[in-house]
C-alpha cells in the first residue's frame, strides 16, 4: 500500500520560508516521478513542481526561483524548500506520485496523493 505523508506546512509572514517535507512508504522515489500540487480555495490543483526518475525538474511559474524540490533516496522522502513566500501561496500543498518515470504536469497524471498540507501567508 502506497502512503504518501506530508508535513511542515503552518503560518509564515510574506517574505518567510517554508520546507515541506513527503514522506513516502511502499514506493520507491528514486524510479518515479514526484511532484507537488497545491490547491487555493475555489481553484483547481496546480502543479507547483514535477521530477522524473532521472531528475529533469519542471517548475510552475508561481514557482521559478523561489521554490527548490528535493530528493532523499535513502530516506526515500521528498521536500519542497519555499522561500520568498507571497500571500498568493497560501494553499493546501499535496505531495503526489506516479507510476512512471515520466512525468506530466497535470494532476490526472499522478496515482497517489498525500493528505496535504496547509500553507498561509499573511501580508
Known amino acids: 500500500q502506497v502512503q504518501l505523508v506530508e508535513s511542515g506546512g503552518g503560518s509564515v509572514q510574506s517574505g518567510g520560508s517554508l520546507r515541506l517535507s513527503c514522506e513516502v512508504r511502499g514506493y520507491n522515489v528514486r524510479w518515479y516521478c514526484m511532484g507537488w500540487f497545491r490547491e487555493a480555495p475555489g481553484q483547481e490543483r496546480a502543479g507547483v513542481v514535477v521530477?522524473?526518475?532521472?531528475?529533469?525538474?519542471t517548475y510552475g511559474d508561481s514557482a521559478k526561483g523561489r521554490f527548490s524540490f528535493l530528493r532523499d533516496n535513502d530516506k526515500n522522502a521528498v521536500y519542497l524548500e519555499m522561500k520568498a513566500l507571497k500571500p498568493d501561496d497560501t494553499a493546501m500543498y499535496y505531495c503526489a506520485a506516479a507510476r512512471s518515470s515520466w512525468c506530466d504536469f497535470r494532476a490526472s497524471h499522478f496515482d497517489y496523493w498525500g493528505q496535504g498540507t496547509q500553507v498561509s501567508v499573511s501580508s
Open positions: 521530477v522524473d526518475s532521472s531528475g529533469g525538474t
